[in-house]
């Protein structure tokens, strides 16, 4: 077990819609990362926050977002859902935002139909 | 652009043997390199990770990794793989604010 927590485990929506993923980090992270597994794209970087501010920005499409709150948890929202962004989603967490050890949740496997 | 390659989509080896994952880095300035496993169904889990210092890494599970500048190449490796050693590896290398970027990945299959 990372520490770090991700819910829900699964989701299957359908195309169009708007899903919300969230992640917990380890006590006493600051940086959280968001990443997306794909079998044609591979493990890609989508975003990074630290301490609540977007530090970093990957290949993140502009249908998605994310945030960091003051209780430092994350949440990656996912809108006008099409086929292709069917994933495995994972978050992972740092201590800072420099280079260092992350840890990875379990992942959210999102289905879209 | 700054980039990791592990040129093998899978490496088959025997148990008891010794193992080695290949992957090369193409990365301008000090490189920050990490070795993550992924079981099926998983998150990654943490390896082993060149941040400065002694070019051997040693990690966790027995796994071993080696730096060479010269060959821009981190390695994994293990003296003698177990069957569950078995899974998807990944080199990553850590850009200044921390974000990894992964190799595309290596299947190792470990048989009996």
């Known amino acids: 077990d990372s520490g770090v927590t991700q819910t829900p485990k699964h989701l299957i929506t359908a195309t169009g819609q708007r899903v919300t993923l969230r992640c917990s980090p380890r006590s006493g992270d600051l940086s959280v990362y968001w990443y997306q597994q794909s079998l044609d794209q591979g493990l890609q970087f989508l975003i990074q926050y630290y301490n609540g501010e977007e530090r970093a920005k990957g290949n993140i499409l502009e249908r998605f977002s994310a945030q960091q709150f003051p209780d430092l948890h994350s949440e990656l929202n996912l809108s006008s859902l099409e086929l292709g962004d069917s994933a495995l989603y994972f978050c992972a967490s740092s201590v800072a935002a420099f280079p260092d050890t992350q840890y990875f949740g379990p992942g959210t496997r999102l289905t879209v139909l | 652009a700054q980039s990791v390659a592990q040129p093998e989509d899978q490496v088959n080896v025997a148990e008891g043997n010794p193992l080695t994952v290949k992957c090369t880095y193409s990365v301008s300035g000090n490189p920050y390199l990490f070795w993550y496993v992924q079981y099926p169904n998983r998150g990654l889990q943490f390896l082993l990770k060149?941040?400065?210092?002694?070019?051997l890494v040693k990690g966790s599970y027995g796994f071993e990794a080696e730096f060479n500048k010269s060959q821009t190449s981190f390695h994994l490796k293990k003296p003698s793989a177990l069957v569950s050693d078995s899974a998807l590896y990944f080199c990553a290398f850590s850009s200044n604010t921390g974000k990894l970027i992964f190799g595309q990945g290596t299947t190792l299959q470990v048989k009996p």
């Open positions: 060149y941040i400065t210092g002694d070019n």
